[in-house]
């Protein structure tokens, strides 16, 4: 993982980067979700401006078998738009807050993407023949006069360029009250939950106007609120089986076998804080931004502030490993709790074999952790290093005492450019990172 | 948490804290998309916490005053009220305003307790009529002020419910009530714009007559105003000008935890809301008993 090479470590290679190079970002181009499809050869990213684009990964060439295909863009539609709730005065941001494929079962291809308040269902198909020698039309669409009409013929599918549509099959809407964080598919593909703050709903993917609520947190007394629903997701096997983070740092595994509403968790996963940790922001940094599932299911990794945890679905009361990601950043925690970035939500993500995971950090690097050789990486999403097939140099931070060469200060790290949204491809060592407003695909190099 | 000779460097940081997170506060509401219930929650325990040491600072600072004076009855010579709650976890739940209760002067001053560690009780020595009294003025003004009364509102019987209390009405929050009885409380009401501060000025009087140590530090500022002051935000300054030297901005923040502390008086308009000008004069004010914040 050194990316010295040799042996089994993987080196990472700048592949392709997406998006605006001017460093003036848009606020709709912001990047708010990264997901691979279950075959990895399609990539969708959703943005701030309620947009999703989706690339594609072109077809291996015999010839040039030194590269992966490239992602390229496959289809782009605006998902959501800002709406306004007249009722409550408020206004609802078109901000793509997930985006989640289901699993192809035809030709075309179905996501479900969200912002705080409503989930689509999009069908995204490809079209390239189209019928071709109307009678009653000409090839323009105007009509003609029937009179003109002398002989019949039969229309044929003539082949056209490629065209690939969006369109909203299923609405979900109008079935939470706070801002939805989560959406996660049932390995049943058929039922789907989104989590908001205090609630999270059962969804039939065919039926929109009725969802089931399975968790609720809210208390008969908003006073006495002490934690909320901060992500949630259903076991990749076990249809019955989902769970859900608190801003507490506590993930709760329910059984929709026990109850029809899962209140009362089956397990629960807390590790005691440590209390010479403690300080005004403990329970800032101890909130969980993401959960997630291994693919083989037996573990989960939680991010919080600083670290990433993976836990054994089998022990509650602490996590398996432990992976520090900034850990130079806890002294800093004042003015992180400032300038709001304590309050940024990092994603993180595993490998399609378990065996490493990989998070974002401010200074848009981004970090992975082996979790078999115990070794981890850092590095850097810059436009700097994009020659392709470039090896990425990892980079280091200089927590205290001397800098040495190429390391990097804590006090030089830029705060704004930070790395939220990671996805790596289910079957490929291709990673898709996300800075600000670009999106970098980076591939291992291949020999 | 800090220690030792950085006691009143940690005050200071505890009060910039308390008034960033104010800030943060007041900021979520013009945000896009309507106010985020997870930051909100993680803001009010970084309130708790700076407060929970702000209080403990300041409450030895004047335990370490009053071994000037012992002649002033001081504070710890008082009937201890009933035993306290442990310190208020953010879950100790917002005492209903109950006009009439016997036990409300009980449950204040555990919640009191709750909020510093270090109080002696002087607030429940004073004659519960007093205490209760303004109270009773108050809660209705208050509930009125708060926008339309929930169930079990107006009046204080029952659960507090006033609604949409800074939180805009886009989230089903719900609830208000805050105990403030013994303190300052000013409450934002979100719907409406108006502010209403209640204050329990009668106590504060009468304990200082009882011990004029706790109100040394007062620099010839004016008494507390009577309770129940409404105020809509921009005319504030224009209808009570004698609380400009009370303005602090105090917040009070209950062991309730969460929507307990969404409070926050307006600004003054005339007087810069500046976390060093209101801190002194507050503190100045500050009496031993009163659970306020200084912000701003």
């Not at chain 1, 010839?63 to 605006?78: A, D, I, K, L, P």
């Not at chain 1, 006073?223 to 901060?230: K, P």
């Not at chain 2, 442990?86 to 917002?94: D, G, K, R, T």
């Not at chain 2, 009668?202 to 105020?231: E, I, M, N, W």
Request: proline share 5%.
């Amino acid at each position: 993982m050194a990316g010295a090479g040799g042996g089994n470590d993987i080196q990472w290679c700048f592949s392709q980067v997406k998006g605006a190079v001017d460093d003036d970002v848009a606020e709709a181009d912001i990047i708010s979700t990264v997901e691979f499809n279950h075959s990895g050869e399609l990539l969708a990213t959703g943005d701030k401006g309620g947009r999703v684009v989706i690339f594609q990964q072109e077809q291996e060439n015999k010839t040039q078998s030194h590269s992966r295909g490239e992602y390229n863009v496959y289809s782009t539609f605006q998902s959501h738009e800002p709406e306004f709730d007249y009722l409550k005065s408020l206004e609802i941001e078109e901000k793509i807050n997930k985006i989640r494929w289901l699993p192809q079962k035809n030709a075309a291809q179905f996501l479900l993407s969200t912002n705080d308040k409503t989930i689509k269902l999009w069908k995204i198909s490809e079209r390239d023949k189209r019928p071709e020698g109307y009678n009653l039309k000409e090839e323009d669409g105007r009509y003609r006069d029937p009179t003109t009409v002398t002989t019949l013929r039969v229309p044929v599918f003539r082949p056209m360029d490629l065209m690939v549509e969006a369109s909203p099959r299923r609405i979900f809407a109008n079935a939470h009250t706070y801002h939805i964080n989560s959406i996660s598919i049932n390995s049943d593909y058929e039922t789907y939950l989104s989590a908001d703050d205090l609630r999270i709903n059962l969804w039939h993917l065919e039926i929109t106007d009725r969802s089931f609520n399975i968790v609720d947190i809210k208390p008969a007394n908003m006073e006495e609120l002490t934690e909320v629903i901060t992500a949630a997701e259903f076991h990749p096997n076990s249809c019955n089986t989902f769970v859900y983070s608190s801003s507490k740092g506590t993930i709760r595994l329910c059984d929709m076998r026990a109850a029809a509403l899962c209140d009362r968790h089956s397990k629960l996963f807390e590790e005691p804080e440590d209390p010479s940790n403690r300080s005004f922001f403990s329970e800032i940094i101890s909130s969980i931004s993401d959960v997630k599932f291994s693919h083989s299911g037996r573990y989960m990794m939680t991010r919080d502030y600083l670290s990433v945890k993976i836990w054994d679905l089998n022990m509650e009361n602490r996590p398996v490993e432990t992976y520090q990601v900034h850990e130079y950043l806890r002294s800093k925690l004042c003015s992180l709790y400032e300038n709001d970035c304590i309050f940024d939500k990092f994603e993180c993500c595993w490998n399609g074999s378990d065996s490493i995971v990989m998070t974002g950090s401010y200074n848009n690097f981004f970090r992975m952790f082996d979790r078999n050789t115990k070794r981890d990486i850092t590095l850097e999403a810059s436009r700097e290093n994009n020659k392709p097939r470039t090896v990425l140099k990892p980079r280091k931070v200089c927590a205290s005492g001397k800098r040495k060469k190429d390391e990097i200060s804590v006090d030089s790290l830029d705060f704004n450019k930070k790395i939220l949204h990671t996805a790596w491809h289910p079957k490929q060592n291709i990673i898709a990172v996300a800075t600000t407003n670009n999106l970098y695909i980076f591939q291992d190099k291949m020999n | 948490m800090l220690r030792g000779r950085r006691r009143m460097e940690c005050t200071l940081d505890a009060q910039s804290l308390i008034s960033i997170s104010l800030r943060k506060i007041h900021s979520s509401r013009t945000q896009r998309g309507g106010i985020k219930l997870h930051k909100n929650l993680l803001v009010s325990y970084v309130l708790r916490n700076a407060r929970q040491l702000y209080l403990s600072e300041r409450y030895a600072e004047l335990y370490r005053r009053q071994q000037h004076y012992p002649d002033g009855a001081p504070l710890l010579a008082m009937p201890a009220c009933p035993p306290p709650a442990a310190a208020a976890p953010p879950e100790l739940a917002v005492l209903p305003l109950p006009a009439d209760t016997q036990d409300r002067e009980a449950r204040s001053c555990a919640v009191v307790r709750g909020g510093a560690e270090l109080l002696e009780g002087p607030v429940c020595a004073a004659p519960p009529e007093l205490q209760r009294a303004p109270c009773r003025d108050s809660s209705p003004g208050f509930y009125r002020a708060a926008g339309s009364a929930g169930p079990g509102g107006g009046g204080g019987g029952g659960s507090s419910a006033a609604p949409g209390l800074l939180y805009a009405a886009g989230c089903d929050f719900g609830t208000g009530g805050v105990p403030h009885c013994s303190s300052r409380t000013t409450v934002l009401d979100l719907d409406t714009h108006v502010v209403t501060t209640v204050e329990n000025g009668y106590l504060h009087q009468d304990c200082c007559s009882q011990c004029p140590c706790c109100c040394q530090p007062v620099a010839g500022g004016p008494p507390f105003a009577p309770c129940t002051k409404r105020a809509r935000f921009e005319e504030y300054s224009a209808e009570h000008p004698q609380d400009s030297s009370n303005i602090s901005n105090l917040i009070s923040i209950f062991g309730s935890g969460f929507t307990g502390l969404v409070s926050r008086q307006q600004a003054d308009s005339e007087q810069p809301l500046n976390g060093q000008l209101c801190g002194k004069q507050a503190l100045a004010s500050l009496g031993a008993w009163t659970r306020a914040i200084v912000a701003f």
